[in-house]
Nanobody, 131 residues
């Protein structure tokens, strides 16, 4: 069964950190670009960070640059989003998505994030930043 499962969400105070993981089952993430997306209450979903299959290219939404880090764990078939210096504006449901590298729908990870591409999507994990 092909599945993406996010984990690591929760309640954190402003300035705190969370580490989200996106684990795949039923397929290898090695052949997929991976993106993290979020949807805040009352807002449209946006691309937060995307990473190429080779780990060579990463994209970050301007508002998370310098605070969030995306990286791959090939051995465990997962992708992690390390989130530091969180603020209330980061409150949202976070989703990961996987788009195959052979896809003709994107040429770079920035485009993947902007177009919110993903053949497979996780169910989401909620992040709440509040004091």
């Amino acid at each position: 069964q092909v599945q993406l499962v996010e984990a690591g969400g929760g309640l954190v105070q402003p300035g705190g950190s969370l580490r989200l993981s996106c684990a795949a089952s039923g397929f290898s993430l090695d052949y997929y670009a991976i993106g993290w997306f979020r949807q805040a209450p009352g807002k449209e979903r946006e691309g937060v960070s995307c990473i190429s299959s080779t780990d060579a290219t990463k994209y970050y939404l301007e508002t998370v640059k310098g605070r969030f880090t995306i990286y791959r764990d090939y051995m465990n078939n997962l992708v992690t989003l390390q989130m530091d210096s969180l603020n209330p504006e980061d409150t949202a449901v976070y989703y990961c998505a996987a788009e195959p590298v052979v896809s003709s729908r994107f040429t770079n990870v920035q485009q993947m994030c902007a177009s919110q591409l993903g053949k497979y999507w996780g169910q989401g994990t909620r992040v709440t930043v509040s004091s």
